[in-house]
């Protein structure tokens, strides 16, 4: 069992950078893929950037590859997503999850999840 709070989210400018936490609780923690997922109003949720058990592999949807970097440090129980460029279509509500193994693209995989951190981005 894993609890996951995000922190890190408020209102930036475009082009400006925000830096994402989510902390873990638990003591297997390191056995847990990470997903970052966002959802917008009246959008789906939708995956963002994952990354692998030891940190070793990442995965990134393609509106934010180049802009936005996650990483974890097994050894603090946090993952981060860093956001640079952020474009005000970025805007939403983002959200850390975790599920054993590997990470998925898809919501319905992740068994963990946080409660969530608004990220507005103004023109």
């Known amino acids: 069992q894993v609890q996951l709070v995000e922190s890190g989210g408020g209102l930036v400018q475009a082009g400006g950078s925000l830096r994402l936490s989510c902390a873990a609780s638990?003591?297997?923690?390191?056995?847990?893929?990470i997903g970052w997922f966002r959802q917008a109003p009246g959008k789906e949720r939708e995956f963002v950037a994952g990354?692998?058990?030891?940190?070793?592999?990442?995965y990134y949807t393609d509106s934010v590859k180049g802009r936005f970097l996650i990483s974890r440090d097994n050894a603090k129980n946090t993952v981060h997503l860093q956001m640079n460029s952020l474009k005000p279509e970025d805007t939403a509500v983002y959200y850390c999850?975790?599920?054993?193994?590997?990470?998925?693209?898809?919501?319905?995989?992740?068994?963990?999840w946080g409660q969530g951190t608004q990220v507005t981005v103004s023109s």
């Open positions: 999850a975790a599920r054993s193994l590997y990470y998925s693209v898809s919501h319905k995989d992740y068994d963990y």
């Open positions: 638990g003591r297997t923690f390191s056995t847990y893929a």
């Open positions: 990354i692998s058990r030891s940190g070793g592999l990442t």
